[in-house]
């Protein structure tokens, strides 16, 4: 009897604590019974497990849904007059497709991760195979170790490391060194180009100092 009611106290704990936890994820301005819980929740999955419900906007519609259908059925039930719900919900259906026509089916997915993710939704779980460890898995960890210990403890490998970065540094230096000495050359080819006498030049400035002169006399002529 005294674990018959040490179970009874654990139900009624968690069901306090789902119906605490569907209060905050549907919430009302009025009272909800269990029942209005359990129809919101398996409507709403129904149209997760469905419809592709990509954006927020779209779940947060369909939770709409649920929520009208949910006065619907309760007005209906009593006998009372379910017009205006039924035109929202109608409504909602149209705007966002959730319509049969539009239900994902297990043909309507693009990926792998598409089908798995409808897969999970709907309760299933993969069986994964696992084989007990034996005399070859034991093998080849210890394997593994030895190799790793091999690594680890042997010091010339730090030196290789050093060495190696040595290297790289030099040819590194080495390589900013050259393009130094070749940009300085570049540099002393065009200024003995811009020092370069041509055969004739100096006949040639005199001539025109000449014909200058010639010129101003012409110009001013008595």
């Known amino acids: 009897m005294r674990e018959q ?5 654990e139900v009624h704990g968690a069901k306090e604590e789902w ?8 919430p009302s301005n009025t009272p909800r019974e269990e029942e209005d819980y359990v129809y919101l929740e398996n409507f709403y999955n129904d ?12 779940r947060d519609d369909a939770k709409r849904l649920c929520e009208v259908g949910l006065l619907a059925t309760k ?17 909602i259906v149209k705007t966002e497709g959730f319509e049969p026509k539009n239900a994902k089916n297990i ?44 690594v680890m403890n ?3 490998i730090g030196d290789q490391v050093e060495n190696r970065r040595k290297q790289l540094e ?15 050359e570049e540099m002393e080819e065009l200024e003995e180009e811009g020092n370069i006498e041509y055969e004739g030049a100096a006949l040639l400035e005199e001539d025109l100092n000449n014909d200058d002169a010639l010129n101003w006399f012409d ?4």
């Open 170 to 184: 030099l040819a590194d230096r080495l390589e900013k060194e050259y393009d130094y000495e070749m940009e300085q």
């Open 5 to 9: 009611g040490v179970l009874q106290n």
């Open 107 to 150: 043909g309507d997915f693009d990926s792998v991760g598409e089908l798995y993710q409808w897969l999970e939704k709907r309760g299933w779980k993969p069986k994964w195979h696992t084989e007990p460890q034996d005399s070859v898995d034991f093998t080849i960890k210890n394997i593994q170790k030895y190799l790793q210990r091999l």
């Open 75 to 91: 007005k209906i039930r009593n006998g009372l007059d379910a017009k205006n719900e039924m035109a929202i919900y109608h409504n």
């Open 219 to 222: 110009f001013h002529d008595f």
């Open 47 to 58: 149209l997760i497990s469905t419809q592709s419900l990509v954006s927020a906007t779209q």
């Open 19 to 26: 119906l605490r936890e569907m209060a905050i994820k549907w």
């Open 154 to 156: 042997d010091s010339s």
